[in-house]
Structures are given as C-alpha cells and as structure tokens.
C-alpha cells in the first residue's frame, strides 16, 4: 500500500516492512519558468506526480510497499540564478542536505529509496550520492525521472507550430495548468528561441563553464532578450497536462516493479 511518510505515526512507522518498502523521495526545484508558469513550477510537478503514479500503481499492485515523502523542494538551479526568484542549493550543500535525509531513513532500517527527479539538474548530484550511499550504508537508491517527455503520446501534445520545446514551454506549463491552473498567466507568454553558442546542437555540455550561462544567453525571444525558456508555451491546456502526468506515471510502473522485486544482499556492517 502506498502512503505518505508524513501522514505515519512512530507506532505505525514501527510496523512498516522497512526493509521491503520503498521510499520515494521527489525532489524538485524553484526556478523561473518564463513569463508565463509560476517559479514552484517544479516543486509542483514534484507534489503531484506521487499522486498519478499511486493510481497507476493501484491497477497494477493494490498492496505495493511504498512511503512517499515530503518534496525537497529547493534543488540545484545556478543556471536560472540570474532570473528573479530562483532559488539554488550550491551542490555541495544539496549532496549533504539530501545525504542526511537518507542517513536518517537508512538508520531506521529502510533498504530501498526511489529519488523521483522533477528538474533535471539535479540529477548529477543525486547519481553521485546514490554510489556513495550504497557504499556506506548498504542501501539501494534508485534515481527515476519524472517526466516521460519523449514519448509519443506526450510529444503529441506539443502544438504542431511549436518547433523546440523545452524548458518551461508547453509541456510544463500544460501540467501546472493541470494541477495549479491559477497560477499560469498563459497571457504573458513568450516564446523561447535557442541562440547563441549552442544553437544547432543537440545536446548542452554541462562539463563547459560557460554552459553555466546557457538558460540566460542561449534561450532568447525573437528580439535577442534573455528569457530562458524553450518553445512557445501558448498551446498549453490542462487537458494536455493530464496526458503527461498520466503518461509519466505509467512509464515510471515497470521500474518500480522492478525495484520492488529487487534481491535483497545480506546488509553488510558498516
């Protein structure tokens, strides 16, 4: 049965199968998202997303052990710090925040823990530490991504005349309007365009100093002005958001089952 972490009391924390049940920790981000999509746009989809997959799950496995817990909601976001309003851990200081939270859930005999990454910068990080918790406390963290943005049935969604959606387009505007449509000022949208050093390419190196930059100068509007998305976030509806999130939550069922069944190795003594 999936439950909130929160929602326990310590008698009831005590009779959880700790060391089957998975804990899934969705972190998140708050970060400009344009114009247009409120700055919690990622702490929102993080808030969310449990919720989609706990119904998906249900169909699949009524009784599947899993807490959820609270959303960090601060994540790794240099590269919007020059919008106003972002917010950002240095890396260092998010690989300790989120290694004290797991040392705390380790000593309590969890085994499993599931990161559900909702803004993809802070996945580096979290690779890195998930090795290094494995290694001092023989556990098992998984890192799942969040958003199945690939998919046929959520590329779909994106309005034919919308050539490169990326960051805070229509997709992610889509799914705020989904859960939060008050806070989309769809009005105020401006499209994103890819300039710069890196327009033309496929891929942004984050191993570059300079990409450090590339939210500001490499995403602009047709004048050339910083503006740090990508796409026109015009086409985004809430029906469009519904097929995303429900879309991400199904593709995210095979891993956890797959977690879920994972062998167990003798806890070795640290």
Not at 28 to 43: F, K, V, W, Y
Request: hydrophobic share 40%; net charge negative; aromatic share 8%.
């Amino acid at each position: 049965m999936i439950r909130y972490y929160r929602d326990l009391t310590r008698k009831e924390m005590e009779a959880v199968d700790r060391e089957r049940t998975v804990v899934m920790i969705p972190v998140g981000a708050i970060e400009q998202h344009g114009s247009q999509a409120p700055l919690g746009t990622d702490m929102m989809i993080a808030e969310a997303m449990p919720e989609y997959i706990r119904k998906e799950m249900e169909l699949e496995d009524p009784d599947y052990p899993m807490l959820i817990f609270p959303v960090i909601p601060v994540g790794l976001s240099v590269e919007h710090l020059n919008f106003c309003g972002s917010v950002s851990f240095k890396p260092d200081t998010y690989y300790h925040l989120i290694y004290d939270i797991a040392e705390s859930i380790a000593h309590h005999g969890f085994r499993k823990i599931a990161f559900l990454v909702c803004h993809g910068g802070n996945r580096p990080v979290l690779d890195v530490l998930s090795r290094q918790l494995r290694h001092d406390f023989g556990i098992y963290p998984f890192v799942l991504a969040s958003g199945a943005f690939l998919h046929p049935e959520v590329q779909a969604t994106i309005s034919p005349e919308n050539s490169w959606d990326f960051h805070g387009g229509e997709m992610e505007t889509s799914m705020v309007m989904a859960i939060h449509p008050e806070t989309v000022k769809l009005n105020l949208s401006e499209t994103g365009y890819k300039r710069g050093g890196y327009a033309g390419q496929k891929a942004i190196n984050f191993s570059s100093a300079a990409a450090l930059n590339w939210m500001g100068e490499d995403l602009q509007t047709e004048d050339g002005r910083p503006i740090g998305i990508g796409g026109d976030p015009r086409g985004a509806t809430a029906e469009k958001g519904e097929i995303i999130f429900r879309r991400s939550a199904k593709e995210l069922i095979p891993a956890l089952l797959s977690i879920r069944d994972w062998k167990m190795e003798p806890q070795q003594k640290r």
